[in-house]
């Protein structure tokens, strides 16, 4: 017999963010025969909250397990007021570890911390730098469990790069550092090679502004094509042949898994949990965060060598098929069984 789960987070549709990770998740737990539910869909943070627990309490009667999508920034009290809830009502909950920062938060907020994730049934990671993060930290209760996704939704090809086409999908955030996108297209540019730039992606903080300024005052050409479904954005792939991930901080972003999936070479930062996401040279390129030097020359190193396209994007591919929901599904039925 199916479980009824709630799962709480920013259940949010609007053209400022993307969609979070709830909603595939949600959908394919859904599929699956769970009776779904969720909390909260409010743009207004203290009425999000108030709807969170009102919906804990709501349901409690029905409810066998509770999903806490949990972040390092002010998401984060959400989750810590939420499980505090769901302690003193005895409903299991699991926090889902999101935030590529959260290795920071457990020093932080110690106190904070061990309420949320210590009286937890278990807690879900996507990847093995969070979980290696919290066993550090004492807590041992981590389950890893990888972003998942569909993998016949992404059709796999070779892409010859005759001309550099990069793309870029993310909220235009001041942590995800676009800037270094439109530095890589300069610096490119300065050097003679024809490059191209679609960046893909809603405005959340004012960076969009920033980096339209950056590109009318060094006259770039780059594409904005603002928040995209992802059957779309899939589609605006065809046309690039090499990914960015410029972020400060990051854990396993379901863009970049989807990147690879496709078969666009992955240039991206060494930081949070890239390293365990894609071997730098074997799967992708890895660089260090906001060093628009080394960013170009892994740019440069695809473009001068086909085959070595070819062998890193076969390897990435062959990773993330162990990312299909129908492999990572077994795991979600251990832990709502």
Avoid at 72 to 101: D, E, M, R
Avoid at 109 to 119: A, I
Wanted: glycine share 6%.
């Amino acid at each position: 017999m199916k479980k009824n789960v709630l799962y709480i987070g920013n259940y949010l549709k609007d053209k400022k963010r993307n969609a979070s990770y709830m909603f595939s998740l949600g959908r394919l737990l859904s599929q699956e025969g769970y009776s779904m539910r969720y909390a909260s869909g409010y743009a207004w943070k203290p009425l999000r909250l108030g709807h969170m627990l009102f919906k804990v309490f709501l349901e409690r009667k029905r409810t066998d397990y509770i999903l806490i999508d949990t972040y390092s920034t002010q998401n984060f009290y959400y989750a810590v007021l939420v499980a505090k809830f769901c302690s003193w009502l005895k409903l299991p909950y699991i926090p889902i570890l999101h935030g590529g920062n959260l290795p920071e938060r457990l020093k932080q907020s110690p106190k904070q911390c061990k309420t949320l994730f210590k009286k937890a049934l278990v807690n879900v990671s996507p990847s093995y730098y969070l979980k290696q993060a919290f066993k550090t930290e004492g807590y041992e209760k981590v389950l890893y469990i990888p972003n998942t996704l569909t993998i016949e939704d992404y059709p796999y090809r070779q892409r010859p790069i005759e001309t550099i086409k990069l793309i870029w999908v993310r909220s235009f955030s001041e942590i995800y550092n676009p800037l270094l996108a439109v530095k890589a297209l300069k610096l490119l540019t300065d050097k003679g090679f024809k490059a191209e730039l679609c960046m893909v992606g809603p405005d959340s903080d004012g960076s969009l502004i920033k980096v339209k300024e950056y590109c009318d005052l060094h006259n770039l050409d780059a594409i904005f094509t603002g928040k995209l479904l992802k059957k779309e954005w899939i589609a605006k792939a065809e046309d690039y042949n090499i990914f960015l991930n410029t972020t400060n901080f990051d854990n396993t972003p379901v863009s970049v898994i989807e990147a690879m999936a496709l078969g666009l070479p992955v240039v991206s930062t060494n930081v949070g949990g890239m390293p365990y996401l894609i071997e730098d040279g074997k799967e992708g390129f890895l660089v260090n965060p906001d060093d628009v030097e080394a960013m170009t020359r892994a740019i440069l190193e695809l473009y001068h060598n086909q085959n070595l396209v070819v062998t890193l994007t076969a390897n990435a591919r062959q990773k993330v098929e162990q990312f299909d929901w129908e492999v990572v599904k077994q795991k979600w039925f251990e832990v709502l069984r």
